[in-house]
């Protein structure tokens, strides 16, 4: 009883905040309006100021004041506290950087319209929208603000029309167009500070994703949503490592193709496989037909791909939150991809305990459960060896089993705990434990280097 006495208190103190707050601002609004009002009938014979005038010459209405981004707008009483919770979040200097970039999304469905829409709402202070496409009654499920209103209007007008009334002072820019050779120049100049491709074909994406590392640009690519409904496996990674991904895998085989890229390009894909596949595609007559014959574009596909709009809706989310946290130059981990599950991880925790008996004629030294173990081999070394100096081998070779992989010491002179663990595979596990750190900082400091920065790392996720 007395718990919900306290929760109770605490909600009621959390609303009474709100209204205090809410209450604040109608009345520092109140007193402008009454201001101006009183200065336009000694000024201008009487001619009433409404509050939508007001707000207007208060420069609230749109980008006027801020052609490139908006740094300035951080300053009003009304915009400030629509990013408190931002501000409060990154940091006065950092919610800065945020309304100071510039963004181009690439692909406004449900994707795209959800990052969109978050990206305005973060406080971005530049958006340039890019489709080419009509707001569809099918696409009312996902798409972020779209209404039957706007069904048949461009999706880019339609994403500028609302954002106008949920924070005006973005400056918006929208091209209704296809993004390809042609238009590449008039989309990815102005030196964007992140591109967003949200576009569901393969060429057209391809041809953008080289675009953007050709000129140097961040960008973050979002492979299939559709036929998905499981959101807890939705993950960040490099394009080598999505998997169960029909789109990416077909992406990564073109840009390695035809550009030479193998990877360096962070994309959002899900581990799910897809629930269903792709509906046969039927003509106005009811017979299953060609659908090239229907292309309102040559190139992109009509048949369609049954989507659960809520797993679109939360790849925008995503990758508005990825976006926003490296522009506001906050460090965030991702969870790594690694194939294993808690039967590996035991095989490995029981792997070193058998180990530190046959070397040291004890387990009494191991110092970690299997949790710690699933941390160790997940968290630290990203399922690989620690000999692998990078992630170029991830992909395919990163679905290995764990059959040739082991939890050894680092320093052989210390116990097996958390912060004093690699994986390496067995022959190197062999040659490691033949050495001293003495000759590995000597002969390969480079890799002693990158050894200690992880096992660091472990010391202050543990607090040791």
């Known amino acids: 009883m007395e718990d919900r006495i306290k929760c109770v208190a605490l909600i009621g103190a959390g609303a009474l905040l709100g209204s205090v707050t809410?209450?604040?601002?109608?009345?520092?609004?109140?007193?402008?309006?009454?201001?101006?009002?009183?200065?336009?009938?000694?000024?201008?014979?009487?001619?009433?100021?409404?509050?939508?005038?007001?707000?207007?010459?208060?420069?609230l209405r749109g980008g006027q004041n801020h052609e490139g981004t908006g740094l300035d707008f951080l300053n009003d009483e009304i915009v400030s506290e629509h990013l408190t919770r931002n501000i409060q979040f990154f940091g006065i200097e950092s919610q800065q950087k945020v309304s100071a970039s510039y963004v181009v999304v690439i692909g406004l469905g449900g994707v795209g319209s959800h990052a969109a829409s978050m990206l305005l709402r973060s406080g971005v202070g530049k958006l340039?929208?890019?489709?080419?496409?009509?707001?569809?009654?099918?696409?009312?499920?996902?798409?972020?603000?779209?209404?039957?209103?706007?069904?048949?209007?461009?999706?880019?007008?339609?994403?500028?029309?609302?954002f106008s009334s949920i924070f005006p002072e973005c400056h918006v820019d929208v091209k209704v167009m296809l993004y390809d050779a042609s238009s590449e120049e008039e989309i990815l100049s102005g030196h964007p500070d992140f591109v967003l491709d949200c576009i569901d074909n393969i060429d057209t994406k391809v041809a953008l994703l080289a675009a953007c590392v050709?000129?140097?640009?961040?960008?973050?690519?979002?492979?299939?949503?559709?036929?998905?409904?499981?959101?807890?496996r939705i993950r960040v990674a490099d394009l080598r490592e999505s998997t169960n991904d029909p789109l990416s895998r077909a992406v990564r085989h073109r840009l390695r193709k035809d550009y030479g890229i193998e990877g360096g390009i962070p994309v959002i894909f899900s581990l799910e496989k897809p629930k269903v596949k792709l509906l046969p595609f039927k003509g106005p007559s009811g017979e299953e037909e060609n659908p090239s014959d229907y292309q309102i574009v040559p190139g992109f596909r009509v048949r369609i791909i049954p989507v659960l709009g809520t797993i679109p809706a939360i790849f925008g989310q995503v990758m508005a939150s990825y976006v926003v946290t490296q522009l506001a130059g906050l460090e965030v981990q991702t969870e790594p991809v690694v194939n294993f599950d808690m039967d590996h991880y035991h095989v490995l925790h029981q792997r070193l305990i058998e180990h530190e008996e046959l070397l040291y004629g004890?387990?009494?030294?191991?110092?970690?459960?299997?949790?710690?173990?699933?941390?160790?081999?997940?968290?630290l070394w990203h399922g690989?060896?620690?000999?692998?100096?990078?992630?170029?081998?991830?992909?395919?070779?990163?679905?290995r089993s764990i059959n040739d992989l082991m939890l050894v010491r680092w320093d052989q002179t210390k116990p097996a705990s958390v912060s004093n663990i690699i994986?390496?595979?067995?022959k190197e596990a062999d040659e490691h434990e033949m050495s001293?750190?003495?000759d590995i900082k000597n002969k390969e400091p480079e890799f002693f280097s990158r050894v200690t920065s992880v096992l660091r790392r472990a010391e202050?996720?543990?607090s040791l």
């Not at 050709?214 to 807890?232: C, E, I, Y």
């Not at 004890?362 to 968290?379: A, L, N, R």
């Not at 620690?386 to 990163?398: I, Q």
């Open 423 to 426: 994986l390496l595979r067995f």
């Open 384 to 399: 690989r060896s620690a000999r692998d100096e990078s992630t170029k081998d991830v992909g395919r070779v990163m679905w």
């Open 214 to 232: 050709r000129r140097g640009l961040k960008v973050l690519s979002a492979t299939g949503a559709g036929a998905r409904a499981d959101p807890t």
């Open 436 to 438: 001293t750190l003495e």
């Open 22 to 59: 809410t209450i604040t601002l109608l009345r520092l609004l109140h007193r402008s309006f009454a201001n101006q009002s009183s200065i336009g009938t000694s000024n201008s014979g009487g001619s009433e100021i409404t509050p939508e005038r007001a707000v207007k010459r208060h420069g």
């Open 362 to 379: 004890t387990p009494m030294q191991v110092q970690v459960d299997v949790e710690e173990v699933m941390y160790i081999v997940k968290e």
């Open 128 to 162: 340039l929208l890019v489709d080419f496409d009509q707001v569809s009654l099918s696409s009312l499920n996902r798409h972020a603000v779209a209404t039957r209103e706007d069904v048949g209007i461009p999706k880019a007008i339609c994403l500028k029309k609302h």
């Open 460 to 462: 202050v996720d543990f």
